[in-house]
């Protein structure tokens, strides 16, 4: 009779739990980041603690860096061999062009807004504040370039299956998400955003699809037809 290897099978049971627990940390992770990302969840929070209305933006960064450890601790204490290897010029290729891709799409916003800064010194909004859909080169061909950059350079390092089944699941909560978020973007801009969103692919750029400069500027600002909001704290 062959001898069975306990210890193999031991192993599969602990690999298979502990990347259901990486699948299941950055489930709960973008679950949690979508859900304070609302506009309700907003409204509901501020009307319970009416001092967060200047602070949100600024404690919602705070909690999205600091939740996103334990998902990360996770996936980078698997043991695991990587499945396969990238050639090392394509995997530093992609992570420059993620980087000066984030870096260049910054230049089209307010950092001190983006971080919640500004917001702190904002205690009274003018009536008639309106919001501006901000296109900037990379948004003519993805509504969400930072999206798809992150995906382009988790996808092109070397995975361990811990990463691989980090990878999927955050590529399924940003295919999620990112509609989640384009609800609020409707909320706000109305049909101009849906029309750039009819336009322009999500998340995978396709380059007969993208905006040319004359569609960018009738897009880049809101309807005049449509009432003014208040932005978002």
């Keep these: ?35 304070l990302a609302g506009s309700r969840t907003k409204r509901l929070l501020i009307q319970r603690w ?28 698997y043991p695991g061999e990587p499945l396969w290897h990238w050639p090392a010029w394509i995997a530093w290729t992609t992570f420059l062009i993620a980087l000066a891709g984030f ?16 917001q702190l010194r904002q205690y009274d909004t003018p009536g008639d504040y309106r919001e501006t859909l901000i296109l900037s080169p990379l948004h003519r061909c993805v509504r969400h370039p930072w999206y798809s950059l992150g995906l382009l350079y988790l996808w092109t390092r070397d995975l361990n299956p811990g990463w691989l089944a980090a990878a999927i699941t955050i590529t399924i909560y940003l295919a999620i998400g990112s509609r989640l978020e384009e609800q609020k973007l409707v909320e706000v801009f109305g049909d101009a955003y849906r029309r750039y969103r009819a336009r322009v692919p999500g998340l995978v750029p396709r380059p007969w699809r993208c905006l040319g400069q004359h569609e960018i500027k009738q897009l880049s600002r809101k309807d005049q037809t449509e009432p003014p909001r208040s932005p978002a704290p």
Excluded: E
């Design 1 to 35: 009779m062959p001898a069975i290897d306990l210890n193999s099978g031991g192993k599969w049971v602990n690999d298979s739990t502990y990347l259901t627990a990486i699948c299941l940390a950055w489930g709960l992770y973008g679950l949690c980041h979508s859900w």
């Design 50 to 77: 009416p001092a967060l209305k200047t602070r949100y933006r600024l404690l919602y960064n705070l909690q999205a860096a600091i939740l996103a450890l334990p998902p990360l601790a996770l996936t980078w204490s």
């Design 103 to 118: 870096l260049w799409t910054m230049r089209w916003y307010d950092g001190m807004d983006f971080l919640g800064l500004r």
